[in-house]
């Protein structure tokens, strides 16, 4: 009786470990700054497991009956830059326990030249409610849904938020917090039991992301998307804002007037001689104008810049001088 009750607990315990889903969750790429995050929930104590962020390069989540091998088997393909497609190709071919059916993928990367990659997939016995989206420069993808209202609340806050990547991806959660969202939760009274948010810029390395914080394991009738969200206002506001390596070169970087039609002003001050260039970008990442791309010596500098046959919109405006990188947003209004 003993070793059927031991061989009952090792069954268990097996199949909790391998068949463990996570739920609904984003990967996407800034294609003005180059940062690459993803963000993530599900009913179980810890969805970090999925995913694995490449600075540089782009995103892999492996999900619903997550298992290891598949991960780290993912993570290896990722290191080698083959494209998602050939991934998750790949990922099919290979699956560990040869049932590929029931996984699901999403992955995102910068890609060699021709600009962003992306492709999730979507096995056919995933349990319901299932499917991804496939957006300009991202992936969003869920299973054990409530339904596709899930996913689409996600695109939507996603798209409709203002600000960084981070911003963006913790809006795409928000989208998804809601009772039952992953239905194994809606006895919680919660969307999820755990969640994380991941950015990392292009200088950070896999140990040490610029952003990554996580709730594991709340507790009935809280949800950790709302923890989360109170992990990341404390960050926006104690981490985020402050940059102690700025170069004694920057002094003063700003653009007037900000909306603007039909021109705007990007100032910005030296104390000593630096390259520096200043470059216009659309919201697909794609660059517009040069303003300025020399040597410079120390002093204060205006460009003007008059966009000539480019429709209203959001548009991102890059400095760079010397080790200093940063982009900013400016709007414009026809």
């Known amino acids: 009786m003993k070793k059927l009750i031991l061989l009952f607990l090792f069954i268990f315990f097996f199949f909790a470990a391998s068949y463990s889903q996570d739920t609904f969750s984003i990967v996407a ?23 694995d962020v490449h600075p540089g390069w782009g995103v892999v989540h492996t999900q619903a009956s997550w298992l290891a091998a598949n991960q780290n088997y993912a993570r290896s393909l990722m ?13 099919v071919a290979h699956d560990s326990q040869n049932n590929p059916s029931v996984r699901q993928y999403g992955i ?30 991202y992936c969003i993808q869920g299973n054990i849904l409530a339904g596709q209202h899930i996913l689409d609340s996600m ?3 996603f798209n409709r938020q203002q600000g960084t990547l981070a911003d963006k991806l913790m809006a795409a959660l928000q989208g998804a917090k809601i009772i039952g969202a992953d239905t ?8 999820s ?33 709302d923890s989360l969200q109170r992990l990341y206002n404390n ?18 970087y700003q653009n007037f007037p900000n909306p603007f039609n039909p021109n705007t002003v990007i100032k910005f001050s030296l104390k000593e001689k630096v390259f520096a ?12 104008a040069t303003l300025m791309n020399s040597d410079l010596n120390a002093g204060s500098y205006e460009f003007k810049w008059e966009p000539s046959g480019l429709a209203s919109g959001v548009y991102y405006y890059r400095l760079t001088a010397g080790d200093f990188t940063d982009t900013k947003k400016m709007l414009l209004i026809r």
């Not at 700054?33 to 599900?42: C, D, H, M």
């Not at 194994?184 to 969307?191: F, L, V």
């Open 29 to 51: 790429i800034d294609t003005v700054t180059g940062q690459v995050g993803s963000a993530g929930a599900s009913c179980v104590g810890d969805c970090t497991i999925l995913t």
């Open 79 to 91: 290191d080698l830059h083959l494209s998602p497609q050939q991934i998750i190709d790949s990922l």
């Open 108 to 137: 995102i990367d910068r890609g060699t030249g021709s600009g962003l990659r992306k492709a999730a997939y979507t096995g056919v016995n995933c349990t319901n409610y299932k499917n991804h989206i496939i957006g300009p420069a």
């Open 155 to 157: 695109e939507v806050r």
């Open 184 to 191: 194994r939760c809606a006895p919680r009274g919660t969307s």
């Open 193 to 225: 039991q755990s969640a994380f948010i991941r950015v990392a810029r292009t200088s950070d390395t896999l140990g040490t992301l610029y952003l990554n914080l996580k709730v594991l394991n709340a507790q009935v009738n809280r949800d950790p998307i």
């Open 235 to 252: 960050w926006v506001t104690n981490v985020f804002n402050y940059y102690p390596a700025i170069p004694v070169y920057f002094v003063l």
């Open 277 to 288: 260039s200043l470059k216009i970008y659309n919201v697909t990442g794609e660059e517009v």
